[in-house]
């Protein structure tokens, strides 16, 4: 039995929203066609080509996002060509190695807020043709980022024209894009992601469903064969129906989004408390992922009570933590925690 107040570690240890597991028991004993054939994923399919008018995408349910960045990039990829990402992409440094165990090296960048920018990716452009060093091939982002930060059009739209430029795939790890597409002051739509990219990822498993992400691919070049990819790396279901149900309830009126938003709006609502107690942000909040800086004597006690990540060591004194709140998260669990970061802080001070 935990004796924690509450999980900020993450924003999938919830099981899922009750929609889901309603659907899934009403449909238990319908018959359906097998690997992602069924009627259920043709519904959810069809819920989100409506949100991309003049997009012509294929629509691929898997399990979960490693597996959906592997396959994409492996599918993507020659051997000698490489995926350019930012330090603190998930690729780089919590896959597990999985992106180079296909054969392609993670160009990783070092960024201050998670985001990658065109200036940083020119660098890059001196090793092409040059026999020895891989050949970088796409970019890989995520929005939000591993750091909360969000993706404004115009800067989704400068990579964009970057990568067509130079003949770069884009590809858009979705795991929380939900949560960015709710964000306070975003200004992207899903279509215009679809625009903008060649390929990317909606995320279930972050975003109230048991399990699951949809990936998009609109160019029509990493269309071809990529069932084969998927079937090959062990990513085509038998009961594909219960990725499609899901997606079919979360895309049902914007339920998906509702729940992003809810995410979102606790986060943001402890931002001005823990401002108010003099402490300050590794990056400006502007999701459900925050990074408050605090004093390691609070930290060790809110850690006998809460679970969160130590993020990253600021100074010999004080390290930023990260919280993340859910499409779940009660209000009274974000209030406790403030209440309680008072009495420590206090506390700390005398």
Known sequence: MSTYHYYFRDDYSEGCHPNILKALQETALSQQIGYGNDDYSAEAKNLIKQLLPGHEADIHFVSGGTQANLIVIAAALRSYESVVSAQTGHINGHEGGAIEASGHRVEAITTIDGKLRVAQLSPLLTQLDVVGSTQPKMVYISNTTELGTVYSKAELAALSEFCRAQGWYLYLDGARLPAAL?????????????????????????????????????????????????????????????????????????????????????????????????????????????????????????????????????????????????????????????????????????
Request: glycine fraction near 6%; charge should be negative.
């Open 182 to 350: 709710t964000a306070p002051g975003n200004d992207l739509t899903l279509a215009d992601v679809a625009e903008l990219t060649d390929a990317f990822y909606i995320g279930g498993t972050k975003n109230g469903a048991l399990l699951g992400e949809a990936i998009v691919i609109t160019n029509p070049e990493l269309k071809t064969g990529f069932k084969h990819y998927l079937k090959q790396k062990g990513a085509m279901l038998a009961k594909g129906r219960v990725l499609g149900l899901q997606f079919r309830e979360l895309f049902r009126d914007n339920l998906i989004f509702d729940l992003a938003a809810h995410a979102n709006a606790r986060a943001l609502a402890m931002v001005a408390a823990i401002e108010s107690l003099g402490y300050t942000f590794m990056v400006p909040p502007a999701s459900n992922q925050l990074f408050p800086v605090l004093p390691e004597p609070i930290i060790q006690e809110l850690a006998k009570t809460y679970l969160f990540h130590r993020w990253q060591a600021v100074d010999e004194r004080h390290t930023a933590i990260r919280l993340v709140t859910s499409w779940a998260t009660p209000a009274a669990a974000c209030d406790r925690f403030i209440d309680d970061l008072e009495q420590l802080t206090q506390t700390y001070q005398r």
